[in-house]
């Protein structure tokens, strides 16, 4: 079974300072983890991936997230937001082949990102 | 390099009713997924097509039903519809090979049934 908690249902920033969306994943098998951004009424873009490669895993617009096993999170951040950053944000786990769930996405309930001037 | 299309963007049918949404994957990807996003909600995973056949399936009844074509485009079926089918169905779509197994999604169908 795999399982995503996205620790934070809003969160918000002022322009240029960091970000932080919290993560946290449950899963019986080595996962591949994903981070997307979805701004309103357009689909999901994926922003960066963990596929057992290196645990800091740098993305788009600036993004960045650390896989850390032992603490079974995946936090997304950014040193400094920018008004257009403001979406909602997912965290998502799938399970490598051999896993039970192969090419099957779990995602978590999002994460609301407010930026303000 | 066209992305993943669907159509239609937007769709509003009645209760009980029978709906078809389609999806044309990226070129090159060869698996389509199907989500359910319901307002405030992350996506639900409905179903995965590969080689026309389904491959997996979510926590979702028979009334929901896919199809996948030679073409590695997809069709997803909803019959009887509910009040509570109301939402954004995305197809997502990825390469079988590669490992990476990320999914590219399109802009979603919104479906508002009546």
């Known amino acids: 079974a795999q399982s995503v908690t996205q620790l934070d249902s809003h969160v918000s920033v002022s322009e240029g300072t960091p970000v932080l969306l919290r993560c946290n994943y449950s899963?019986?098998?080595?996962?591949?983890l994903f981070w997307y951004v979805q701004h309103p009424n357009k689909g999901l873009q994926l922003l960066l991936k963990?596929?057992?490669?290196?645990?800091l895993v740098k993305g788009i617009n600036g993004f960045e997230a650390e896989f850390k096993k032992s603490e079974t999170s995946f936090h997304l951040t950014k040193p400094s937001a920018h008004m257009s950053d403001a979406a909602e944000y997912f965290c998502?786990?799938?399970?490598?082949?051999?896993?039970?769930?192969?090419?099957?996405?779990?995602f978590g309930q999002g994460t609301i990102l407010t930026v303000h001037p | 390099d066209a992305g993943v299309t669907q159509s239609p963007t937007h769709l509003i049918k009645t209760r009980g009713q029978q709906v078809t949404l389609r999806c044309s994957p990226k070129s090159g990807h060869d698996t389509v997924s199907w989500y359910q996003q319901a307002l405030g909600q992350g996506p639900q995973f409905i179903f995965q097509y590969y080689e026309e056949e389904e491959r997996q399936r979510g926590n979702f009844p028979d009334r929901f039903s896919g199809h996948q074509f030679p073409n590695y485009s997809s069709e997803l079926n909803v019959n009887a519809l509910l009040l509570g089918d109301s939402a954004l169905y995305l197809c997502a779509s990825s390469p079988i090979a590669g490992g990476s197994y990320e999914q590219y999604f399109g802009p979603g169908t919104r479906l508002t049934v009546t």
């Open positions: 998502v786990v799938s399970l490598l082949p051999g896993g039970t769930s192969y090419g099957k996405l779990t």
């Open positions: 899963s019986s098998y080595s996962p591949s």
């Open positions: 963990y596929t057992s490669a290196a645990t």
